[in-house]
């Protein structure tokens, strides 16, 4: 059975903690080295520089990791400010990098054209330099902030409508233009709350689906907060009713308190099975979700271990439709020629794409259509946030999909 590579498989707590302070390091270290490099009052205070880069670092990937066992909201908030910090550095590190070197380049070239004539010169054009890579560096900073601010205020908040066709073989004519709403990555908790919700389920009641489904990440990090989507899937008033998946956030919540929850409501949980909907329209089409793949390196529970598709299908008729529910994209390597569709989630869509999206260096699926084997895979880029609380060039997504007769 195939795996995840190991970039894209989800790693366990004490990798993810180290990964953190990798990245918080690194980052830091360079904004550190930039600050020294162009500003003479930083540079007679090194040590206090270093030091607070150094600080800031670990603090960080300190607080990320306390903040699975303090779940106090102001200790959530504080968290959240250092994040966003860290999403700046990260992000602005590019511009500062083509600041220097373009400062740099400049300078070089003055000197060969009219090399300076004595020391007093040449620490006259050192210091106009540093002064101008200074100016543009703050400046870069501060665009970043802005744009990243943009993302928390407004950007997570711009839902917007992904509709997609689906052409499926063997689906029945009195079925043609059957509309599955899909939300995914709710994360219900310190952001994403009423407010959220509404917004986002307002986005879904315009999509009047016959069958709404969640795909995973149903709450961040607490299994009590799952009651307000719970309300908000079954208030879509969807003809077939609501069903929902477990994703890697779902499990760290406890899979087995999540899952309570949601037996507990008229929400239908998926776990490696599958219901027939619609048998009295031409037969109809099953509907298969797996549990997800964080759960076969570190399982919580006994009843949730991770995903098997065959089990899933082992009542399923082998000529009856197959749209699959499954949180992680990677799954549809395994999927893949079994099912008709795989609904994901998972990725965010990058959630922070300032231009570019870094996550495509290192994930295969990250957003939107993909097509393999005869299968389709839909990547959600998700409704709530993780990490930094913003959404930049990857709004939250409700998906409108449409499926026909092929």
Known sequence: MPFPSARERYASPGVRALSFLVVSTIAHALL???????????????????????????????MRVLGWWIRARWFQGVTTIFLVELAIVVVALVPLGLVAATARATSRVVDAVEPPTGEAEKAERVSRREAIERMAGVAALGATGAVLGWGIVRGRHAFEIEEVEVRIPGWPRALDGYVIAQVSDVHVGPWVGERELDEGFEVVRRVRPDLVVATGDLVD??????????????????????????????????PDRVAARIVASPVKLLANEAVRIRAGDGGGFALVGVDDLSARRRPRSMRHTGPDLGRALAGVAPD????????????????????????????????????????????????GRYERAGSTL??????????????????????KIVLVAA
């Open 32 to 62: 550190a080295r930039w600050v020294l490099s162009v500003s003479p009052a930083a540079r007679a205070r090194r040590r206090l520089v270093i030091a607070t880069a150094a600080v800031l670092s670990v603090l960080l990937a300190a």
């Open 221 to 254: 990090s607490s299994a009590a907060a799952i009651d307000p989507l719970l309300a908000r899937l079954v208030g879509v008033g969807a003809r077939d009713g609501a069903y929902v998946i477990l994703g890697n956030h779902d499990h760290y919540a406890h």
């Open 320 to 367: 009856l439709p197959r749209i699959l529910l499954a949180h992680q994209p990677i799954y549809f390597r395994e999927a893949q020629g079994r099912v008709a569709l795989q609904l994901s989630g998972h990725t965010h869509g990058g959630q922070i794409n300032p231009g570019v999206a870094p996550v495509k260096a290192l994930m295969e699926f990250v957003a």
């Open 378 to 399: 839909w990547v959600n880029r998700g409704f709530g946030v993780v990490g930094p609380p913003a959404r930049v060039g990857a709004p939250p997504e409700v998906t």
